[in-house]
């Protein structure tokens, strides 16, 4: 049985790996200001290009600060795509440095990002109106590393392993953002055990490179 694909909006990797399979888990690492998000918003943004609905999870930005920067790379409405419901945010920066911003429908704020507990109901109820339109989904989670800060190691763990259960039941193909040289290599290792793939992205010389690794193929690094 062949997989369905989804295209990240990197050409040349997409042309090395066909695309992503649809409800994968994937993790994005590399070191600070090494292209993850602006890699993370092009997979956003090609997935409403293609009529898909997009979560997008806010951890190091406020949900307006996101939305104005995919206004940037997209010339659909974005404001009507967040009302049709394709487009959905779930910020836990906002309550985590204070800041009191108004709730919608399909952008959710969380208290803080200690309260998983929380992110987990709001995932569920966006997911489960996402699901009842039968659209097809995307996620983006930016990043592990901040409630890595927030919250123990084993808190975390458990976390996405049930969250990423959720998500593969619901064939959500995700991107998962973390800072690889933050952390200890074993934590980082049990992440990668519970991921289908692993994205590595730098900078060298102002040009961004991307090396992918799964169990069904492996990549040099590509320039995009």
Known sequence: MISER????????????????RGDIVLVLGPPLGGKKIFSRSFIAEGLREGESCILCCT?????????ALKSLLEEDVDKLLEEGFLAYIDMFSG?????????????????????????VALREILSSMNRKERKIRLVFDSISTILIYNPFQTVSRFLHI??????????TSLF???????????????????????????????????????????DWISC
């Open 177 to 219: 953002l973390l800072e690889e040289e933050a952390h200890e290599k074993s934590m980082v290792a049990t992440i990668i055990g519970i991921c289908d793939g692993v994205l590595r992205i730098k900078s060298e010389n102002d040009v961004k490179l991307l090396k992918y690794e799964s169990e069904i193929v492996r990549t």
């Open 6 to 21: 989804v295209r990240t909006g990197c050409e040349k990797l997409d042309e090395k790996i066909g695309g992503l399979r």
């Open 96 to 120: 985590t440095i204070g800041l009191s911003l108004e709730e919608r429908p399909y952008l959710r704020r969380i208290p803080s990002v200690v309260d998983l507990a929380s992110f987990n």
């Open 60 to 68: 190091n930005s406020t949900a307006e600060q996101e939305h104005e």
């Open 163 to 172: 969250l990423f259960g959720r998500l593969k039941s619901s064939k959500v």
